[in-house]
């Protein structure tokens, strides 16, 4: 499913004296099926533009498209920096909570939750409390309940931030493995640059605060992505694109 942001406003507040401006006429199109990575300065507006596609808040100005057939009950899905688990559930039953209250729940709930833990390398882990999981596992179990939410649209705001490098080099083996499997449309907020790149088919930069899109860098790279992808020269041309972007946005 596409998503279209055409001259998208939004402010923090109630019009008066405090009031706060996250977002200005920003544009922006995320093709069907692709990974479209954001990156910018801290507090540009990154993760209210992924508030605003989940439609947890409207823009004031503009308008949000989502274009296509859709082909999942839901439109979006989102995965937060913290997995905020359910700590008196256990990982299963917080990794299926999108059928809890669904009419079919006793027929897809065990099919579910199984399938996408075994995903992210969960498996043998649903009778666990989140409590007694490492953070990559918690990590996992987030990633695993937005999959199962079964979202035509993933929101990921920064998911692999928390994590140790090997943990997080993992993760990134098994969220390239999820998206050749179920290649859905994903946004993906970032701040490590080299992440956005190898995850990505393209990224924008963003510039703000309030945000603005600078520019979308286009990476040329074969899927599937593998641990010798970073050494290939389009990675590198791609990270410093990026990363010149960003220096840009940084000065304002």
């Not at 004296?17 to 200005?24: C, L, M, N």
């Not at 308008?63 to 296509?68: E, K, L, M």
């Not at 994903?186 to 924008?204: G, K």
């Not at 074969?222 to 694109?241: G, M």
């Amino acid at each position: 499913m596409q998503v279209e942001l055409k001259d998208v406003s939004y402010r923090y507040g109630d019009g008066t004296a405090g009031e706060v401006e996250a977002i200005k006429d920003l544009d922006l199109t995320i093709e069907t099926r692709t990974v479209h990575a954001i990156v910018g300065p801290t507090g540009c507006g990154k993760s209210t533009l992924l508030r605003v596609l989940a439609g947890m808040v409207e823009p004031q100005a503009g308008s949000v498209r989502f274009r296509g057939r859709q082909i999942r009950p839901n439109r979006t899905a989102m995965v937060f920096q913290d997995p905020t688990l359910i700590p008196w559930w256990t990982t299963g039953r917080n990794i299926g909570i999108g059928v809890e209250f669904s009419a079919k729940r006793r027929q897809l709930y065990r099919k579910i939750r199984s399938f996408s833990a075994d995903r992210v390398g969960l498996k043998g882990m649903l009778n666990r409390m989140p409590s007694t999981l490492s953070a990559g596992q918690q990590t996992r179990a987030g990633m695993s309940r937005a999959f199962a939410h079964d979202a035509d649209v993933l929101l990921l705001d920064e998911p692999f931030v928390h994590l140790d490098a090997i943990t997080r080099r993992k993760l990134w083996a098994e969220f390239e493995t999820a998206w050749q499997f179920d290649p859905r449309t994903y946004v993906f907020v970032t701040h490590d640059v080299e992440e956005a790149v190898l995850l990505s088919d393209r990224v924008t930069v963003l510039a703000g605060p309030p945000a603005w899109a600078l520019e979308t860098v286009e990476v040329p790279l074969a899927r599937p992505r593998t641990r010798d992808t970073p050494t290939e020269p389009a990675f590198r041309t791609a990270v410093a694109s990026v990363w010149d972007a960003l220096e840009r946005a940084s000065l304002g």
